[in-house]
């Protein structure tokens, strides 16, 4: 699952420095945290994807009615009266975003894995079956392009936003929503890597599902991989990375855990979940604007 070389930097192009596992590296220059790790989508299938969905529908369904309501204040829309803007997802998955978001844009949608695209084909959504940005024709554009737990998962992320450059209309946007590693629980996985207890790091990574987290963003070192594809930093806002609805499935299916210790994890949880939501939130969406 990890290739031995030292990788690089995407941006400053110097070898990263060994992080907190074998397969974790930071960039000493930007902070721009990256993994060795592989991803395998299409070729293993360890997840079971009914119990996937129910762990995380609730709390994905909260948040996109959260972001969609934030990106109709943030965005301009520049179409004529009456037009939606059109949008693309890229890596829809089951298209609970597309479904939520075609009430106000022209949604469509991009999904690597073959058997979920169907899935979500069959549902009535517009998605086509394959890999950002080959699967679209040269002068395709739209105004917005949204990652939603997505781009932590492609490699080269500053050619992938190079691809979104060229497929945004001028003065679209790309919207990422992904894990921020200023957030307490991924601060708490690092911690707990020095005491020897990598469980919790290997889970904020995704170790050993089919398609790892390759990055780690945060505001800043976006701010740079931003700039340096022709974007600019538009506004940013956290999202709830837990909420109790949900969550007892949530433990259930990421932790192999005895029904006896979710129900503690559950309940400690519970307990702490003020000052939890009072610290700095684990996932975040960045707008970027074309320049
Ligand atoms: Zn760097």
Redesign the pocket.
């Known amino acids: 699952m990890q290739t031995p070389e030292t990788p690089q930097?995407d941006?400053?192009k110097?070898p990263l420095r060994q992080g907190h596992t074998a397969w974790h590296f930071i960039?000493r220059?930007?902070g721009?945290e990256k993994t060795t790790l592989i991803p395998q989508i299409n070729e293993i299938q360890t997840i079971n994807e009914t119990q996937r969905a129910q762990a995380l529908q609730n709390l994905r369904t909260h948040n996109f009615a959260t972001l969609l309501s934030w990106l109709g204040q943030q965005c301009a829309n520049q179409r004529p009266a009456g037009q939606r803007p059109t949008l693309l997802e890229v890596g829809c998955a089951h298209g609970w975003f597309l479904q939520q978001a075609q009430a106000n844009y022209a949604a469509q949608g991009i999904e690597a894995d073959h058997a979920m695209a169907q899935q979500t084909q069959a549902k009535g959504m517009a998605v086509r079956s394959g890999l950002f940005p080959h699967i679209l024709k040269a002068d395709e554009r739209f105004d917005l392009i949204v990652f939603n737990d997505v781009l932590e998962h492609i490699p080269h992320v500053s050619s992938v936003l190079q691809h979104c450059h060229q497929h945004l209309n001028p003065g679209g946007y790309v919207v990422i929503n992904a894990p921020d590693s200023e957030g307490i629980f991924y601060r708490l996985s690092k911690w707990l890597t020095y005491l020897g207890l990598d469980a919790s790091f290997k889970r904020m990574w995704q170790w050993g599902l089919p398609s790892p987290h390759l990055y780690y963003f945060n505001t800043a070192t976006l701010k740079k991989i931003a700039a340096a594809n022709h974007f600019s930093m538009h506004s940013a806002m956290p999202l709830p990375s837990i909420t109790l609805d949900g969550l007892i499935e949530r433990i259930q299916y990421t932790g192999n855990h005895s029904k006896i210790k979710s129900w503690i994890i559950f309940y400690l949880i519970k307990t702490f979940l003020p000052w939890l939501q009072a610290a700095k939130p684990d996932i975040r969406v960045w707008l970027l604007k074309k320049e």
């Open positions: 930097c941006l400053c110097t960039c220059q930007c721009l």
